[in-house]
């Protein structure tokens, strides 16, 4: 049980480029999709398609979208950061702001006709230091019983995408997750890219690869226990293990 709680505690976003001269294995890549095969579905819809993305002209027409970051998630994501370790030490949720690019920080970069407008995107970047894309998809003419607006069915989506990504991290390989991909302009360019049939929709894609560095050396947060768990009713903290 301890190594399973390790390797949650480990798991992380890789953002480090990838080794392009050590691709992800082909057993590997394997364990990693019967992971995703495993992942709680909400009534065993297994409502998901996976599109394995390696070949270079696939990966580099991908890498060419434009995909700027919006002002209104710009704005959303500043009131959010943290600029500096101990802020975040103190907040405890939330990212440091020396983890995203300069211009996403400062919102003089985010005006129209900017001289940094070209660095509010990362898809080429991410994109471009990978050998492999996993895009998954699911069917939107489908929905979990009982879930208006397929709220389980989107829950389901976000168990696939912790197993794979416990089994990267178990296994030593970089993954990074790509919302990106489900932004309507971007969705639209990879559906004619790749073929995808109109009632498909992208939920994410995940870059995966051996990082160039070792290790994650960013600083991590989470909250305690006690500030997130309450016991028999609402704001009552008096947890078993203290009695």
Not at 8 to 27: N, W
Not at 158 to 180: A, D, K, P, R, Y
Not at 194 to 210: D, R, T, V, W
């Amino acid at each position: 049980m301890t190594d399973i709680l390790k390797t949650i505690r480990e798991r992380h976003s890789t953002r480090e480029p990838f080794d392009p001269g050590r691709p992800v294995k082909k057993q590997d890549l394997k364990l990693i999709l019967e992971a995703a095969r495993w992942a709680p579905t909400a009534n065993n819809m297994q409502n998901f398609e996976i599109i394995l993305v390696d070949a270079k002209d696939r990966l580099d027409a991908i890498a060419k979208i434009p995909a700027e970051m919006s002002e209104a998630f710009l704005r959303e994501n500043h009131e959010q950061l943290s600029f500096s370790k101990e802020e975040l030490q103190i907040k405890k949720a939330g990212m440091l702001a020396e983890m995203f690019p300069p211009a996403w920080t400062n919102p003089e970069a985010w005006n129209p006709g900017s001289d940094y407008t070209s660095q509010l995107t990362f898809l080429g970047r991410s994109v471009g230091e990978t050998q492999l894309l996993l895009i998954v998809l699911y069917d939107s003419r489908k929905r979990a019983p009982g879930s208006e607006g397929d709220f389980l069915g989107h829950m389901s989506l976000g168990c696939v995408m912790e197993n794979m990504w416990l089994m990267s991290q178990s296994l030593g390989i970089g993954f990074h997750v790509l919302t990106v991909f489900s932004d309507g302009h971007v969705e639209k360019k990879v559906r004619n890219i790749l073929h995808i049939p109109q009632h498909m929709k992208i939920a994410f894609a995940c870059a995966l690869g051996h990082p160039t560095v070792d290790s994650d050396t960013s600083i991590r947060v989470r909250r305690e226990i006690e500030d997130f768990v309450h016991h028999n009713q609402f704001d009552h903290k008096d947890l078993l293990w203290r009695s």
